[in-house]
């Protein structure tokens, strides 16, 4: 998790303007709040850091803002992330990593909405999730009138020769109807930051 409350404010860590405060945010590592159920959080950001610097509640925790993502899924979601904010930042109103929604108790990878009203959500997806999650999360996204777009891990989908390949469950899910056309995938692989459309399928 990436962002907390401090003094009435969200800090984001993603966002440039913390880059260099590490000092400053470690001196006031007990005064930062979860967003989303207030409890209290700390800051992991250690001078040598091996990962993102980023937040952990302090003590076990139910709430649904936590961190059991792989390393890969948060680099993906961190890269698309800063990929939206360079590219769409003249056209939209807010980009957000980590979004919550109350109403449908959802936390967003990437959440945008655009001047003109338009509100996307970014899925970045590697792990194999049942059907039934996904046609519930793409549900409650569709009740809030947010256009949700799946980017899946290159994981996903293995390509067996030349014109052949399986996809995983989650992704055959996701052919079916994707915002990217009947039949496409995308894929994003962060450690190559390689995007490749599928098409066909
Ligand atoms: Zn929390």
Redesign the pocket.
Same mark, same amino acid.
């Given at each position: 998790?990436y962002k907390a409350i401090f003094d009435d404010n969200i800090v984001n860590l993603l966002n440039d303007e913390y880059k260099d405060k590490r000092e400053y945010l470690k001196a006031n590592n007990d005064h930062f709040?979860?967003? &989303?159920?207030?409890?209290k959080?700390r800051l992991r950001w250690a001078e040598k850091a091996i990962r993102a610097p980023h937040f952990y509640?302090k003590s076990i925790?139910e709430? &649904?803002?936590?961190d059991s993502e792989s390393p890969e899924h948060r680099d993906g979601k961190i890269n698309l992330f800063n990929y939206f904010l360079a590219n769409l930042q003249h056209k939209t109103e807010i980009i957000d990593v980590e979004h919550y929604l109350p109403e449908t108790n959802q936390i967003a990878d990437i959440y945008i909405k655009f001047i003109n009203g338009t509100q996307w959500v970014v899925e970045y997806q590697r792990s194999n999730i049942p059907s039934e999650v996904l046609i519930e999360r793409r549900s409650k996204y569709k009740s809030l009138g947010i256009q949700d777009i799946w980017i899946l891990g290159e994981n996903v989908v293995t390509e067996n020769g030349f014109l052949e390949c399986s996809v995983l469950n989650i992704g055959q899910t996701l052919v079916s109807e994707t915002s990217f056309g009947k039949g496409s995938l995308v894929t994003y692989n962060p450690l190559s930051n390689e995007v490749i459309v599928y098409r066909g399928l």
């Amino acid at each position: 998790m990436y962002k907390a409350i401090f003094d009435d404010n969200i800090v984001n860590l993603l966002n440039d303007e913390y880059k260099d405060k590490r000092e400053y945010l470690k001196a006031n590592n007990d005064h930062f709040n979860c967003p &989303i159920c207030k409890e209290k959080v700390r800051l992991r950001w250690a001078e040598k850091a091996i990962r993102a610097p980023h937040f952990y509640h302090k003590s076990i925790s139910e709430c &649904i803002y936590h961190d059991s993502e792989s390393p890969e899924h948060r680099d993906g979601k961190i890269n698309l992330f800063n990929y939206f904010l360079a590219n769409l930042q003249h056209k939209t109103e807010i980009i957000d990593v980590e979004h919550y929604l109350p109403e449908t108790n959802q936390i967003a990878d990437i959440y945008i909405k655009f001047i003109n009203g338009t509100q996307w959500v970014v899925e970045y997806q590697r792990s194999n999730i049942p059907s039934e999650v996904l046609i519930e999360r793409r549900s409650k996204y569709k009740s809030l009138g947010i256009q949700d777009i799946w980017i899946l891990g290159e994981n996903v989908v293995t390509e067996n020769g030349f014109l052949e390949c399986s996809v995983l469950n989650i992704g055959q899910t996701l052919v079916s109807e994707t915002s990217f056309g009947k039949g496409s995938l995308v894929t994003y692989n962060p450690l190559s930051n390689e995007v490749i459309v599928y098409r066909g399928l």
